[in-house]
């Protein structure tokens, strides 16, 4: 990106502890390679029909700022024709039911009427992920390969060892 086009702010660059976010990409820097290798990944691994990538590490290497700052914004800009869903899961994840917690998110983020259609509420697409878990992958993802438009989700499960960790129902 040429000097003349980021956008400079006040303030420090520095978040401490916080995560960069997608909004910070410009300034964002250092994790090319691995933003490439997840990308390159994602990517071959979709042509797969298993568009999955897990990047583990020890904690507080960077791993959420990577995929947040690095990762999402140039899969965006990389494929700019397309309408983008990113929808990041934190703790609030595993808070409660997972499934329940999972399916509303998803439900009320993404602009995807077929999804209401198939499963009529979060609740319902709920329980058919905790019943029928790769059944109803395959309807999600047929309900999203009908939208109008081309349309990407990105579904970043962060903290995702809080599953193992604690007590949350599954």
């Known amino acids: 990106l040429p000097l003349s086009q980021i956008k400079i702010s006040s303030g420090s660059p520095f978040r401490g502890l916080k995560p960069f976010q997608p909004q910070h990409h410009q300034i964002f820097f250092g994790r090319d390679k691995a933003v490439a290798e997840i990308i390159e990944k994602l990517e071959r691994n979709t042509k797969q029909d298993h ?31 397309a309408k983008w869903t990113p929808i990041t ?22 602009d995807v009427p077929e999804l209401y259609q198939i499963f009529l509420t979060p609740e319902k697409f709920a329980c058919e992920l905790r019943d029928t878990p790769s059944q109803t992958v395959k309807q999600f993802i047929g309900a999203i390969d009908k939208y109008e438009q081309p349309h990407y ?16 129902p599954t």
């Open 89 to 110: 899961f934190g703790k609030e994840l595993y808070e409660g039911d997972i499934f329940n917690n999972f399916s509303r998110k998803i439900m009320e983020t993404m």
């Open 51 to 81: 568009p999955l990538c897990l990047i583990k590490g020890a904690s507080g290497i960077g791993k959420t700022s990577t995929v947040l700052a690095g990762v999402i914004p140039n899969l965006m800009q990389k494929h700019s024709s």
């Open 153 to 168: 989700s990105i579904i970043f499960l962060d903290q995702l060892e809080e599953v193992f960790i604690n007590d949350a």
